[in-house]
């Protein structure tokens, strides 16, 4: 398996552009997670679905970052407009059945720098 | 507002012998613990975890011990390797949502 897979790895853009940055789950895993990494408050999970149906959006930071996951293997998450503070790294990662128990799997990450 | 620590960024720690990571939490309510290692451009990977209703887990080299009363958990490595240099996330869950900290880099020096 390929693991999960993210793409852009790294992406520059200027205030007040559109970024979507986009994941690829595992195969078969039914929960799908978006996190961001800053130095100060470390990994933070935004949002996660299940079966492709967002749950709970309580770590989206603002009205300006949305996310989406319109089929299985697919899912997105926007910034518009982008700020430099949205500079981080973000992760996706999927799980076969959620809970805490499951183990997340991570992809490597976009690398996100706002101007 | 953090809920989980990590209050030292760095480590250093000489080959063979052991490394002791730390992290805090603040919520009462979390049930399960998990420490994820990071190497550079690369996910976390899951390393090792435990449940709020034992106090130790052992899985070869790694363990974690939990204080419950002190909500504080430790990842014990030995002995280190140079393999082992990378950083270290803890979390700490509630159902599906997962809290981390952030991070302490390990320095495994041969």
């Known amino acids: 398996d390929a693991g999960v897979i993210q793409s852009p790895r790294h992406e520059v853009t200027e205030m007040g552009q559109e970024v979507t940055l986009r994941c690829k789950p595992i195969s078969g895993h039914d929960y799908l997670f978006w996190y961001r990494q800053t130095m100060m408050r470390g990994l933070e999970l935004l949002i996660y679905?299940?079966?492709?149906?967002?749950?709970?959006d309580s770590g989206m930071p603002e009205d300006r970052f949305s996310a989406k996951m319109p089929n299985a293997s697919f899912s997105t998450l926007k910034i518009q407009p982008s700020e430099p503070r949205d500079s981080a790294v973000y992760f996706c990662a999927s799980s076969l059945v959620g809970g805490a128990t499951d183990t997340q799997y991570f992809g490597p990450g976009t690398r996100l720098t706002v101007l | 507002d953090q809920q989980v620590k990590q209050n030292s960024p760095s480590l250093s720690v000489q080959e063979g012998r052991i490394s002791i990571l730390n992290c805090d939490y603040t919520n009462s309510m979390f049930d399960y613990f998990l420490w994820y290692k990071k190497y550079p451009a690369e996910g976390p990977t899951f390393l090792i975890s435990?449940?709020?209703?034992?106090d130790k887990n052992e899985d070869g080299r790694f363990t974690v011990f939990l204080n419950k009363s002190a909500k504080h958990l430790s990842l014990h490595i030995v002995p280190s390797q140079p393999g082992d240099s990378a950083v270290y996330f803890c979390a700490a869950s509630a159902g599906n949502q997962f809290y981390f900290g952030t991070g302490t880099s390990l320095t495994v020096i041969p």
């Open positions: 435990i449940s709020s209703i034992k």
């Open positions: 679905f299940n079966n492709n149906v967002p749950i709970d």
